[in-house]
């Protein structure tokens, strides 16, 4: 068996509830190396144009990765891919201590097909599967689910589970694990996927060890950067991601009223993570294999009864999501309301998002007070905040349609709104301007899922990255260059994505000590150049799906705000992003032609030509 692999995936049809192991060949394992890289092989294989996102025919998968389970730092994670409800490729990533209780459990990845008759979870335990009947489960909160499998199961399982938010098919549901500790695989809306096929949750638990094929030499790299690594994040350790409000303020990249405001001087120091620190701060989390511990528990505002009264806190997301995007400057209520997001299997970001467009929208006049029930829907408004996460969490009133996601929900009010739906393929915009870091602009317009903090590592462009290409930082604020950069950061970020490692560690490592922890956990030989081509060849991959299911030139694109209004003042003041001239500079890179589809000999570089038979017409 290849060091780092379990050797088997797990084939679950919920139709028929029958189960079967597969193995994956060590060409597609190499090619493809694992978390959303076998994803991207075996989605594009499997489904098509037609493929109905909520139909049996899709595939929902929760995948590991070759270092998953080892000893590498931040390897702790898990992807979970299917095609996404927004009608493209769908992938979301999570933290926590899932990703290594999957596969000890004895599986790299489980792939589920079909639709059950009646609601059921799936226990892996050392090696065996077990569908159980989850009636008694649907319409709990994530963390009630959690402590109820615990009780039926063992007080060792590692959960996931989505909420009613899910259940009831909202496109914005994410998928909550580790339970009251709320960490999240939350864009993309594959949480109603999930609630489609009627399985409420997956809980697995087992002792299978992850073998590692040179030891000693993985043992002495693991020495050699986790100092750096301890070193470099000591603000995550401190504050978490919170930590990062006030200095993104500073550079104008935290959002602030729906992404029209500047600067929240007098304000954002209330909901910072320094203050959060003081306030509600109890203790840190870590993730599987972390050494960092950038997680935040605080106390929960509805206690489980039995359990201990602290859960996960708000991050650096949630606090933009729910506070400077909507002016909303309460702390306890921020961390009220991401507790509740976490509980109805919401994504915190797209939840924060929706509330802002209709914060505007009412302000604007295109949505009265009687569509809100009644709820004084203001900037600023902790109460009205609160009262449509949980409308939004039960698809109540206006949270059915703002459930959808700002683009539906837009294209369904009036046209004037969609000047201020702020979203990427239908994905609503992670709390960062490209106002502020210009690269943003091109790879949230080009990223296969939509709108993406997690498909390029931005912050990394301001180091030098010479074994990447660029011996000098790029200034946040310019257009020439940032396509390229975005382009090779995408690769390099789903090369991460792939192997399950957490990004916090990218500015800290280098992609050689990175390629050599793949190289000696699996005993592969490579170059560095193969291994960064493993990258671009996933992400060209992603690329194709899109294109099959009739996403183009046009859908690369960002919102009106973004592209033309500059900011009065604050650290993104005075300055609009030229995403045309970034998009053809990055296509170029890229080796695709002006309409952003792959050349021919581009795909066949990266062995991806013999999937191109419905692009024939298309590709030079």
Same mark, same amino acid.
């Given at each position: 068996?290849?060091?780092?692999?379990?050797?088997?995936?797990?084939?679950?049809?919920?139709?028929?509830?029958?189960?079967?192991?597969?193995?994956?060949?060590?060409?597609? #394992?190499?090619?493809?190396?694992?978390?959303?890289?076998?994803?991207?092989?075996?989605?594009?294989?499997?489904?098509?144009?037609?493929?109905?996102?909520?139909?049996?025919?899709?595939? #929902?998968?929760?995948? +590991?990765?070759?270092? &998953?389970? +080892?000893?590498?730092?931040?390897?702790?994670?898990?992807?979970?891919?299917?095609?996404?409800?927004?009608?493209?490729?769908?992938?979301?990533?999570?933290?926590?201590?899932?990703?290594?209780?999957?596969?000890?459990?004895?599986?790299?990845? !489980?792939?589920?097909?079909?639709?059950?008759?009646?609601? !059921?979870?799936?226990?892996?335990?050392?090696?065996?599967?077990?569908?159980?009947?989850?009636?008694?489960?649907?319409?709990?909160?994530?963390?009630? +689910?959690?402590?109820?499998?615990?009780?039926?199961? $063992?007080?060792? !399982?590692?959960?996931?589970?989505?909420?009613?938010?899910?259940?009831?098919?909202?496109?914005?549901?994410?998928?909550?694990?580790?339970?009251?500790?709320?960490?999240? $695989?939350?864009?993309?809306?594959?949480?109603?996927?999930?609630?489609?096929?009627?399985?409420?949750?997956?809980?697995?638990?087992?002792?299978?060890? &992850?073998?590692?094929?040179?030891?000693?030499?993985?043992?002495?790299?693991?020495?050699?950067?986790?100092?750096?690594?301890?070193?470099?994040?000591?603000?995550?350790?401190?504050?978490? +991601?919170?930590?990062?409000?006030?200095?993104?303020?500073?550079?104008?990249?935290?959002?602030?009223?729906?992404?029209?405001?500047?600067?929240?001087?007098?304000?954002?120091?209330?909901?910072?993570?320094?203050?959060?620190?003081?306030?509600?701060?109890?203790?840190?989390?870590?993730?599987?294999?972390?050494?960092?511990?950038?997680?935040?528990?605080?106390?929960?505002?509805?206690?489980?009864?039995?359990?201990? %009264?602290?859960?996960?806190?708000?991050?650096?997301?949630?606090?933009?999501?729910?506070?400077?995007?909507?002016?909303?400057?309460?702390?306890?209520?921020?961390?009220?309301?991401?507790?509740?997001?976490?509980?109805?299997?919401?994504?915190?970001?797209?939840?924060?998002?929706?509330?802002?467009?209709?914060?505007?929208?009412?302000?604007?006049? #295109?949505?009265?007070?009687?569509?809100?029930?009644?709820?004084?829907?203001?900037?600023?408004?902790?109460?009205?905040?609160?009262?449509?996460?949980?409308?939004?969490?039960?698809?109540?009133?206006?949270?059915?349609?703002?459930?959808?996601?700002?683009?539906?929900?837009?294209?369904?009010?009036?046209?004037?709104?969609?000047?201020?739906?702020?979203?990427?393929?239908?994905?609503?915009?992670?709390?960062?301007?490209?106002?502020?870091?210009? $690269?943003?602009?091109?790879?949230?317009?080009?990223?296969?899922?939509?709108?993406?903090?997690?498909?390029?590592?931005?912050?990394?462009?301001?180091?030098?990255?010479?074994?990447?290409?660029?011996?000098?930082?790029?200034?946040?604020?310019?257009?020439?260059?940032?396509?390229?950069?975005?382009?090779?950061? %995408?690769?390099?970020?789903?090369?991460?994505?792939?192997?399950?490692?957490?990004?916090? !560690?990218?500015?800290?490592?280098?992609?050689?000590?990175?390629?050599?922890?793949?190289?000696?956990?699996?005993?592969?030989?490579?170059?560095?150049?193969?291994?960064?081509?493993?990258?671009?060849?996933i992400f060209n991959l992603k690329k194709l799906y899109n294109l099959r299911m009739g996403l183009g030139r046009r859908d690369d694109d960002l919102p009106e705000r973004i592209k033309h209004c500059k900011l009065a003042e604050g650290g993104a003041k005075d300055y609009v992003p030229d995403l045309e001239r970034m998009l053809a500079e990055y296509y170029n890179h890229r080796g695709w032609d002006s309409e952003g589809t792959p050349e021919l000999k581009t795909l066949e570089r990266l062995g991806l030509h013999q999937d191109i038979a419905f692009l024939k017409e298309t590709v030079n």
């Open positions: 068996m290849i060091g780092g692999y379990m050797g088997k995936l797990l084939r679950v049809d919920l139709s028929t509830g029958e189960t079967r192991n597969e193995e994956v060949s060590e060409e597609v #394992l190499r090619k493809y190396i694992g978390g959303v890289g076998i994803g991207a092989r075996i989605l594009f294989d499997e489904t098509s144009r037609e493929t109905d996102p909520f139909g049996e025919g899709n595939l #929902l998968m929760f995948l +590991t990765g070759p270092l &998953t389970n +080892t000893k590498v730092p931040t390897s702790g994670r898990y992807a979970v891919v299917s095609k996404s409800p927004l009608g493209a490729w769908g992938e979301s990533d999570s933290g926590g201590s899932f990703g290594p209780a999957l596969k000890q459990s004895g599986f790299d990845g !489980v792939i589920f097909s079909g639709i059950a008759e009646e609601p !059921v979870y799936l226990y892996l335990n050392d090696g065996r599967a077990v569908l159980r009947k989850a009636q008694h489960l649907w319409g709990k909160d994530t963390y009630v +689910t959690d402590a109820l499998i615990k009780g039926e199961t $063992s007080r060792e !399982v590692t959960t996931v589970s989505i909420g009613p938010a899910g259940e009831k098919l909202a496109r914005i549901a994410g998928i909550i694990n580790n339970g009251r500790n709320g960490r999240a $695989s939350g864009r993309g809306g594959l949480g109603a996927v999930m609630g489609s096929k009627r399985l409420k949750a997956i809980a697995a638990h087992g002792h299978a060890r &992850t073998t590692v094929a040179r030891e000693a030499e993985l043992a002495n790299l693991i020495k050699a950067i986790s100092k750096p690594i301890v070193d470099r994040t000591l603000a995550l350790k401190n504050y978490g +991601t919170a930590g990062g409000v006030l200095a993104n303020h500073e550079i104008g990249d935290l959002p602030i009223k729906n992404f029209t405001l500047g600067e929240w001087a007098g304000e954002v120091g209330k909901i910072s993570g320094e203050a959060m620190h003081e306030a509600m701060f109890k203790k840190r989390f870590f993730c599987g294999s972390c050494i960092i511990g950038c997680g935040r528990l605080v106390p929960l505002h509805e206690p489980l009864e039995g359990e201990a %009264q602290i859960g996960g806190g708000p991050e650096y997301e949630s606090l933009g999501a729910l506070g400077s995007l909507l002016l909303v400057n309460d702390l306890e209520a921020i961390a009220h309301g991401h507790e509740l997001c976490n509980r109805y299997g919401l994504d915190v970001i797209s939840a924060g998002a929706v509330i802002a467009f209709a914060m505007e929208a009412h302000e604007k006049g #295109l949505l009265d007070k009687e569509a809100l029930g009644g709820t004084e829907l203001v900037w600023g408004n902790a109460a009205a905040m609160i009262e449509m996460i949980h409308k939004l969490g039960k698809r109540e009133g206006i949270g059915r349609l703002l459930g959808e996601g700002v683009k539906h929900a837009s294209e369904t009010l009036h046209p004037a709104t969609r000047k201020f739906a702020i979203h990427s393929k239908g994905l609503e915009f992670p709390m960062h301007d490209p106002r502020s870091l210009s $690269s943003f602009a091109v790879s949230f317009a080009t990223s296969p899922r939509g709108a993406c903090h997690r498909g390029c590592s931005q912050y990394s462009e301001r180091m030098a990255m010479p074994e990447l290409g660029f011996e000098e930082p790029l200034h946040r604020q310019q257009d020439e260059g940032k396509g390229v950069v975005s382009a090779v950061l %995408q690769n390099y970020s789903t090369l991460f994505n792939s192997l399950k490692l957490c990004h916090f !560690v990218m500015p800290c490592t280098t992609p050689t000590q990175i390629a050599e922890c793949l190289r000696h956990t699996t005993g592969w030989h490579f170059d560095l150049a193969e291994f960064l081509q493993t990258g671009e060849r």
